[in-house]
């Protein structure tokens, strides 16, 4: 009985376990079937997002190949109409400046020549003034003369009359002597008395007369004295005056001398900088549109070369427009910070662009007029001011060099496309043409009315897209299409990067 326990023992082991050997077959079986559909499912997995990837990346491709073909030729058109503007500006300007030239040497002509008749009327004035003194003199002492004649004459006739009278009284004393005893004579004698005494009211008459002459002589001499003096002290100051007046206008002459140099050698500097930006923007043509069609342009469209006259002298800016009390620029809080530190450009030439931009955008901003380094003045006041200063001519489309017109040479011109009136041309806003600095190490661009990250642009208008030298900057951001954003407007995003 022992065994047969121990055998259904070992039996129900054996069922027990082929049991077992089967389920692990069937999980076996299962596992592998598994395993085989999650392996075809990894591969056509795979094989959709390689295809998508494709897809996508193809579209993408594409999508840059035609941004930069768009760009390559509007770069292009770009730098043809500026080329031609700056050309006809230039031609512009030079007969402006030689009207303003001629104008200058017509005034200093007729400024030489008020001159000369200044000293001409000057010697005739001093002639006649030493005429007259010599005349006066020549009078007044021809009145002493005869004052002090008629004064001895007069003494003269006074002393003879009393010795007359005197005479005449001892006569009629002895005459009455001798007629006393003749009383017939008296009434004679009383008539020749009476007769003597008229003489004597006669002679007391006269002598009454004399010094009333004599101080009337007294009284024109002096009157003649001091109209001589009078006559003199005005002559002096006349001659005072017109010596200062000679002095003043030959100062004049002078300053606008020393002007007219400083304003030469300023034109001169701005012709090798327009040369120098010539040369480069010809340079990138050469490369974009070949060597022989930029060389038979030059020679058919190459104006002859011209010395360029003067400016007109400058005019004094305004105090707290363009600069502070202590001389600096007024510009945005970020383009200060750099023109003080121009070694710290990384850290803020974009930010001072983004200023500069929006600025730009803004209704009551406007950048047309920068500082030598490419910044704008800040203050409404100040591109007001630029604007007033501007040639007539300035406000051509894509017009970039410095036109430092009236101004000292303070207003660098960006064009008159760059803002919207009274400051400059642009007939809308969307018309704005402004750009940002580029310079010989460092190129900017900007996204107008955007706000841009690293990856992607939320923009006012999706068709927006970068000005500046640098718009390759944005190529990752608007690898992805751009966001539309109202809120964006007038906003702006900027990089830079070192040439």
């Known amino acids: 009985g022992q065994e047969t326990r121990v055998e ?15 389920r692990k077959t069937v999980k076996l079986a299962w596992l592998k079937a598994r395993l085989a559909a999650i392996q075809a499912w990894r591969t056509r997995r ?7 990837i494709t897809r996508q990346y193809e579209a993408t491709k594409g999508r840059l190949s035609t941004y930069v073909d768009a760009m390559e030729q509007a770069l292009t058109r770009s730098m043809t109409n500026r080329a031609a503007a700056t050309k006809s500006r230039m031609g512009a300007l030079t007969r402006t400046l030689s009207s303003e030239l001629t104008g200058i040497d017509n005034s200093i002509d007729g400024l030489a020549r008020v001159n000369a008749n200044n000293h001409a009327w000057l010697a005739a004035a001093v002639e006649r003034v030493t005429d007259k003194v010599g005349t006066t003199a020549a009078l007044e002492g021809d009145v002493t003369a005869g004052l002090a004649s008629t004064k001895e004459a007069v003494r003269v006739l006074a002393r003879n009359i009393s010795l007359a009278v005197d005479a005449s009284h001892s006569e009629l004393d002895a ?13 004679q004698v009383t008539e020749l008395r009476r007769s003597v005494s008229s003489i004597q009211s006669l002679v007391n008459g006269l002598r009454s007369n004399v010094r009333r002459n004599t101080n009337s002589l007294d009284a024109g001499a002096s009157r003649v004295s001091q109209s001589a003096r009078a006559t003199k002290t005005y002559i002096l100051r006349e001659i005072a005056r017109l010596r200062r007046v000679l002095r003043e206008t030959t100062n004049y002459r002078r300053m606008r001398r020393t002007q007219r140099q400083t304003r030469i050698q300023g034109w001169h500097d701005r012709i090798d900088r327009w040369n120098a ?12 549109l070949g060597q022989e069609q930029v060389a038979e342009e030059e020679e058919e469209e190459a104006p002859p070369e011209t010395t ?8 004094p800016p305004p105090e707290g427009t363009l600069f502070t009390a202590a001389g600096k620029p007024i510009l945005n809080p970020a383009c200060l910070r750099l023109s003080e530190d121009p070694g710290r450009q990384s850290s803020f030439l974009a930010q001072c662009m983004t200023q500069d931009c929006e600025q730009a955008l803004a209704p009551a901003g406007g950048c047309r007029f920068h500082d030598a380094n490419g910044f704008c003045y800040a203050a409404r006041a100040a591109q007001e001011w630029c604007a007033s200063q501007a040639p007539p001519n300035s406000n051509s489309t894509n017009a970039e060099d410095a036109v430092e017109e009236e101004a000292g040479g303070v207003c660098a011109d960006g064009g008159g496309d760059f803002a919207m009136a009274p400051i400059g041309s642009a007939a809308t806003r969307d018309a704005i ?11 900017c661009a900007c996204m107008k009315d955007c706000t841009c990250s ?11 897209f970068p000005s500046g030298d640098a718009g390759h900057l944005f190529l990752r951001a608007l690898s992805r ?7 964006s407007l007038g906003k702006c995003s900027c990089r830079c990067t070192q040439n």
């Not at 259904?8 to 089967?22: I, K, N, P, S, V």
């Not at 930006?277 to 974009?288: A, K, S, Y």
């Not at 360029?308 to 002298?313: D, G, L, N, R, T």
């Not at 402004?434 to 010989?440: A, D, L, Q």
């Open 8 to 22: 259904a023992l070992e039996r129900g082991d054996q069922r027990r376990a082929d049991q077992l050997a089967a």
């Open 46 to 52: 795979v094989d959709q997002y390689s295809t998508t």
């Open 175 to 187: 005459l009455q002597r001798e007629v006393t005893p003749h009383a017939g004579m008296l009434t």
């Open 277 to 288: 930006t010539l040369t480069t923007r010809d340079n990138l043509h050469r490369v974009r």
């Open 308 to 315: 360029p006259p003067p400016p007109p002298p400058p005019v």
């Open 433 to 443: 043409a402004w750009r940002p600095f580029s310079g010989e190490t460092w190129a």
């Open 454 to 464: 690293a990856t992607s642009c939320e923009c006012a208008s999706e068709s927006a």
């Open 481 to 487: 299409p751009v966001v539309e954003n109202a809120e």
